[in-house]
């Protein structure tokens, strides 16, 4: 669907493909543990390695962080960036264990938490939203 668009201003279907696989690659290359560090300028535009292990880090200074994609810009602009420390690397997962081994749960058992957190009685219709969009370690005040 991102692609779509593209299409609709008249890129030709293989060069759409091309930039869909490039960006595939791209995916896969941020995923290694093998790069450390690339050059200034690099990391200073892109989304590299190092950035992304950020953004799958569970320690309590990543969570939330590094959201680029493909350009850490807009992080750095809207304050969501922070560098990989090399005292404190990130620990992989999530701050709430599910304890269960069924796929569906392990897919929709956020969700599912975000749903009752917003259901949950006290509090306006605003309140119960800012579930929506608050850090994962925010709650509302339940008198």
């Known amino acids: ?4 668009p593209l299409a609709f201003i008249g890129f030709n279907p293989v060069w759409i493909g091309i930039a869909y696989a490039l960006s595939l690659v791209y995916r896969f290359f941020i995923h ?8 200034r300028w690099v990391e200073a535009v892109f989304s590299t390695p190092s950035h992304h292990r950020v953004h799958h880090g569970r ?3 990543y969570i939330d962080r590094n959201y680029g994609g493909t350009l850490i810009v807009c992080d750095r602009l809207f304050g969501t960036f922070v560098a990989e420390d090399e ?3 990130p620990e992989y997962g999530i701050t709430r264990p599910v304890h269960s081994n069924n796929l569906l749960v ?11 957190a917003i259901a949950r009685p ?3 219709l605003l ?3 800012k579930h929506l969009w608050k ?3 925010w709650d509302r005040d339940v008198e």
């Open 106 to 116: 392990l897919w929709t058992h956020e969700y599912m938490d975000l749903f009752r």
């Open 59 to 61: 320690n309590p200074g």
């Open 122 to 124: 006290g509090g306006g």
């Open 135 to 137: 850090p994962p370690e």
């Open 87 to 89: 005292q404190a690397p």
């Open 1 to 4: 669907m991102f692609y779509l």
């Open 127 to 129: 309140s119960r939203l």
């Open 32 to 39: 290694t543990t093998l790069v450390s560090q690339l050059p």
